[in-house]
């Protein structure tokens, strides 16, 4: 099946250690996303790539950093985490056209100690 | 600035009982509204809805689109526990591929 796949799932890292969240699409789609989600919480946008376009939100921290290397892969480097990063990291993919639906990978649970 | 804001932020009923979840927002270039629900783990997709009043339909959930009143709704009849969950809206606007989640319902379905 098509779909969006994260690893690791479940990470654990400990404070200042820079750590990388790998997500990859069999859907070919032009946009791949990371999000933050905190408990609770909704899914917080933290960039997205139209192709190799790369956009980035205002208050996305500089601590974290994304590479796309091709269609199908991106990353999400957390360079020095704090314990306050420590959340859900959703990747999520959509094709890129008018009318859309967003698809969501199983997401990577980050711990730091 | 672009919001959503959904409505309560968290319900409880028993098996049986019908819902209305709801999603209220303000965007400029409103393209499309998205409903998810997301149990212990990634946001599973429901029903996308562009245009005002044509419901969208699946099993026991059924949503509508009100852009007259900057709404929508999501109905779950007959709950079950399964249906325990947290219900995402989420809004895209043209001239960006963002979208704009709102906090989420949390639903719960007692036996």
């Known amino acids: 099946d098509a779909m969006v796949i994260q690893n690791p799932r479940y990470q654990v890292t400990q404070f200042g250690k820079p750590v990388t969240l790998s997500c990859s699409q069999t859907l070919n789609h032009n946009v791949m996303y990371w999000y933050q989600q905190k408990s609770s919480q909704a899914p917080k946008l933290l960039f997205h790539y139209y192709d190799k376009d790369f956009n980035n939100e205002a208050d996305t921290p500089d601590n974290f950093q994304s590479r796309r290397p091709n269609t199908s892969f991106c990353f999400l480097d957390i360079r020095s985490p704090g314990l306050g990063d420590a959340a859900m990291y959703l990747c999520a993919t959509s094709q890129g056209r008018m009318t859309d639906t967003q698809y969501f990978g199983p997401g990577t649970r980050l711990t730091v100690l | 600035e672009d919001k959503v804001v959904q409505s309560p932020l968290s319900l409880v009923v028993h098996e049986g009982d019908t819902v209305t979840l709801n999603c209220s927002y303000e965007v400029t270039n409103f393209r499309s509204l998205l409903w998810y629900k997301q149990e212990k783990k990634a946001p599973t997709f429901l029903f996308m809805l562009?245009?005002?009043?044509i419901e969208k339909k699946s099993g026991r959930l059924s949503s509508i689109l009100d852009k007259k009143e900057l709404s929508s709704i999501l109905n779950i009849t007959a709950t079950q526990t399964g249906d325990s969950a947290i219900y995402l809206c989420a809004l895209s606007t043209s001239g960006t591929y963002k979208y704009i989640f709102g906090t989420g319902t949390r639903l719960k379905v007692l036996a």
């Open positions: 562009t245009s005002s009043g």
